[in-house]
C-alpha cells in the first residue's frame, strides 16, 4: 500500500517538532471610527463571518495579491514566539504583530483550499525565479549583514492567497489567558460555540 493519509498522521503523532495543524493568531483593531476592537473581538468577527480577510501591508505580503498567513509550528513553538516577541519587542520595533488568540485549522483542511507554505529567500532573488503570480509566497529571508538579520522561519509559515474561507466545524479556537477565555465566552454566540471543533489554551505552555 501506499503512503496515505493514515501513515501520513502516524508520522507527524510521533514527533514533537511538527504538527498537523496550522494557526491564524489575531491581534487587535483600530477602526476608522476610533473604535478598537480586542484580538478575542477580532476572533468573534472572524468566526461569525467564517472568514479569515487577506492582508497585504501588514503581513508583509510582496505582490499584488493579498494573502491569510499560518503558522506551521507546534503549540509549544507558538508560546515561545509569543513569549520571544513579548521579551524583546523594543529591540524588535516595538509593533505588536499577534496575540496568543487565534484559530487553528487540520493542515490537510486548509490545503485544500489553497495553502502552501512560504518560500523563504532574498526578495530580489525570489523575485527572479517565481512568476509575480506567486509573490504572495515569497518571505525575505537574509542573513548575509550580521547587524540587520532578517529570519522568519521560526514561523514556518503557510499562507493562502486572497482570502480564507472555512466551516465553523474546522475551526479550533486558540486563547492565550484566563482574560481572554472569560471575554470570548461572555461575548461568544451559542451556536458559535455549539458549532467550533474545540477550544485549547496556550497560557500553561507560556508560563
Not at 92 to 120: D, M, Q, T
Not at 186 to 197: G, P, Q, R, T, V
Given at each position: 500500500?501506499?503512503?496515505?493519509?493514515?501513515?501520513?498522521?502516524?508520522?507527524?503523532?510521533?514527533?514533537?517538532?511538527?504538527?498537523?495543524?496550522?494557526?491564524?493568531?489575531?491581534?487587535?483593531?483600530l477602526l476608522g471610527d476610533g473604535t478598537k476592537?480586542?484580538?478575542?473581538?477580532?476572533?468573534?468577527?472572524?468566526?461569525?463571518?467564517?472568514?479569515?480577510?487577506?492582508?497585504?501591508?501588514?503581513?508583509?505580503?510582496?505582490?499584488?495579491?493579498?494573502?491569510?498567513?499560518?503558522?506551521?509550528?507546534?503549540?509549544?513553538?507558538?508560546?515561545?514566539?509569543?513569549?520571544?516577541?513579548?521579551?524583546?519587542?523594543?529591540?524588535?520595533?516595538?509593533?505588536?504583530?499577534?496575540?496568543?488568540?487565534?484559530?487553528?485549522?487540520?493542515?490537510?483542511?486548509?490545503?485544500?483550499?489553497?495553502?502552501?507554505?512560504?518560500?523563504?529567500?532574498?526578495?530580489?532573488?525570489?523575485?527572479?525565479?517565481?512568476?509575480?503570480?506567486?509573490?504572495?509566497?515569497?518571505?525575505?529571508?537574509?542573513?548575509?549583514?550580521?547587524?540587520?538579520?532578517?529570519?522568519?522561519?521560526?514561523?514556518?509559515?503557510?499562507r493562502v492567497k486572497g482570502d480564507f474561507e472555512?466551516?465553523?466545524?474546522?475551526?479550533?479556537?486558540?486563547?492565550?489567558?484566563?482574560?481572554?477565555?472569560?471575554?470570548?465566552?461572555?461575548?461568544?454566540?451559542?451556536?458559535?460555540?455549539?458549532?467550533?471543533?474545540?477550544?485549547?489554551?496556550?497560557?500553561?505552555?507560556?508560563?
Open positions: 500500500m501506499g503512503y496515505d493519509y493514515e501513515k501520513w498522521k502516524k508520522r507527524f503523532e510521533n514527533r514533537s517538532d511538527i504538527t498537523l495543524t496550522l494557526t491564524h493568531l489575531t491581534r487587535e483593531q476592537l480586542s484580538s478575542v473581538d477580532v476572533l468573534l468577527k472572524i468566526l461569525k463571518e467564517q472568514k479569515i480577510i487577506g492582508s497585504t501591508k501588514i503581513a508583509y505580503i510582496h505582490g499584488i495579491h493579498p494573502a491569510v498567513c499560518f503558522q506551521e509550528s507546534p503549540q509549544y513553538g507558538i508560546a515561545q514566539n509569543l513569549i520571544h516577541e513579548t521579551r524583546f519587542r523594543e529591540e524588535l520595533g516595538g509593533k505588536i504583530r499577534y496575540s496568543s488568540n487565534g484559530l487553528i485549522f487540520l493542515k490537510r483542511y486548509v490545503y485544500l483550499r489553497g495553502a502552501r507554505p512560504v518560500i523563504y529567500e532574498n526578495v530580489n532573488d525570489a523575485k527572479k525565479m517565481l512568476p509575480e503570480e506567486e509573490w504572495w509566497r515569497i518571505v525575505s529571508h537574509n542573513l548575509d549583514n550580521k547587524e540587520n538579520i532578517v529570519d522568519w522561519t521560526h514561523e514556518r509559515e503557510w472555512f466551516k465553523l466545524s474546522a475551526a479550533y479556537v486558540l486563547l492565550g489567558s484566563s482574560k481572554s477565555y472569560k471575554e470570548f465566552i461572555n461575548k461568544a454566540d451559542i451556536e458559535i460555540l455549539k458549532s467550533i471543533a474545540g477550544i485549547t489554551a496556550i497560557a500553561p505552555l507560556a508560563l
